[in-house]
């Protein structure tokens, strides 16, 4: 298993208040072969936000890790679902394995949460 960078986003992230999760994402990608972004406390996100993890994602093996309804939303809105590596919880990311959203189709869920079954 390789090891994973893990950095926690919280409150809202947009082009204005993105830098620092900017500057936290780009420590971590030349510090670890894979970032695990923790998306669980971010309650807004925009094209700032998407802008942002799509730079990562080419940079560096990216996942992440939780992401809550309204920003699943707006990576299905965007088509980002299937570029991204999108996991349930921190510990999926860390392991790997499926990616997009396969990490969640796996456990029956859409990327929002809701069951499919």
């Known amino acids: 298993m390789t090891a994973a960078r893990v950095v926690r986003a919280s409150g809202e992230l947009d082009a204005t208040t993105v830098l620092p999760l900017r500057l936290e ?4 990608a030349a510090a670890a072969p894979v970032v695990v972004v923790d998306a669980s406390g971010v309650t807004f996100g925009d094209c700032g ?5 799509l730079q990562v994602h080419c940079r560096t093996d990216l996942r992440v ?9 707006l990576f299905r809105m965007v088509g980002a679902d ?16 499926l990616d997009g959203a396969g990490a969640f189709r796996r456990l029956g869920l859409f990327a929002v949460g809701r069951r499919t079954r």
């Open 65 to 73: 890790a939780a992401p809550p309804p309204g920003v699943s939303r």
């Open 49 to 53: 936000l998407l802008n942002l993890l």
């Open 25 to 28: 994402l780009a420590e971590a």
């Open 82 to 97: 299937t570029v991204l590596k999108l996991y349930p919880t921190v510990r999926e990311a860390e392991r790997g394995g």
